[in-house]
């Protein structure tokens, strides 16, 4: 069974940086393109980075770009996403998604395709 | 990134059909057969019910269908149960952005 459990999210205040980690399991997770996807409080869903299922080729969203990074450890199972100079505007639930459908090399990359596992979800917001 | 429009709310009463529709443009949804449905219940991670325009992954119920025409693609649900109750967001393959994925703003949908 397909396993993607978040953590690392909480209190921050603005400029501030947090590393989020998504532990994996069940699936061979060098296979898999992966991603970060976020919903801030009470809107819709938004990418924010997708790696590649070897980590080489990333892609972020431009509302992010220059500030996260998204990286994966292939021993650990674990995919991250280091978030420096943090904004207001980044509270949000953080999910960790898997990439789905596909059979193949065509797993290891994303091409706007679906993600067929979640995360429960990280929340990160901010203190006044 | 520019969303793909989705109505803010659909509402029907057991037992009919509603439709979502979702548009964006040729360098989304009319270029490309990557369109992808997905259902959010209150407080809980997305699921999808749709993939690549038409497709429905094994164990969502056949009530859910997905089609497209032109730059706009659409998702039914037949036979509308209480169950269904739901946010659901469509998501596409897009040229416009590094990124490549694109989500639409959107749909709450209400069993009256």
């Known amino acids: 069974e397909v396993q993607l459990l978040e953590s690392g999210g909480g209190l921050v205040q603005p400029g501030e940086s947090l590393r989020l980690s998504c532990a994996a399991s069940g699936f061979t997770f060098s296979n898999y393109a992966m991603s970060w996807v976020r919903q801030a409080p009470g809107k819709g869903l938004e990418w924010v980075a997708v790696i590649s299922g070897d980590g080489g080729s990333t892609y972020y969203a431009d509302s992010v770009k220059g500030r996260f990074t998204i990286s994966r450890d292939k021993a650990k199972e674990t995919l991250y996403v280091h978030m420096n100079s943090l904004r207001v505007e980044d509270t949000a639930v953080y999910f960790c998604a898997k990439r789905g459908y596909c059979t193949g090399s ?9 993600f067929d596992s979640w995360g429960q979800g990280t929340l990160v917001t901010f203190s006044s | 990134q520019s969303a793909l429009t989705q109505p803010a709310s659909v509402s029907g009463s057991p037992g009919q059909s509603i439709t979502i529709s979702c548009t964006g443009s040729r360098s989304d949804i009319g270029g490309y057969d990557f369109v992808s449905w997905y259902q959010q219940h209150p407080g ?3 699921k999808v019910v749709i993939y690549d325009v038409t497709n429905r992954p094994s164990g969502v119920s056949d ?8 730059n706009t693609a ?11 109750e739901a946010d659901y967001y469509c998501s596409s393959y897009t040229t416009k952005t590094s990124l490549a994925g694109v989500f639409g703003t959107g749909t709450r949908v209400t069993v009256l």
Do not use: M, N
């Open chain 2, 63 to 70: 009530r859910f269908s997905g089609s497209k025409s032109g």
């Open chain 2, 74 to 84: 659409s998702l039914t649900i037949s036979d509308l149960r209480a169950e269904d």
């Open chain 2, 44 to 46: 809980k991670a997305p």
């Open chain 1, 106 to 114: 065509s797993c290891s990359s994303f091409y706007g395709r679906s």
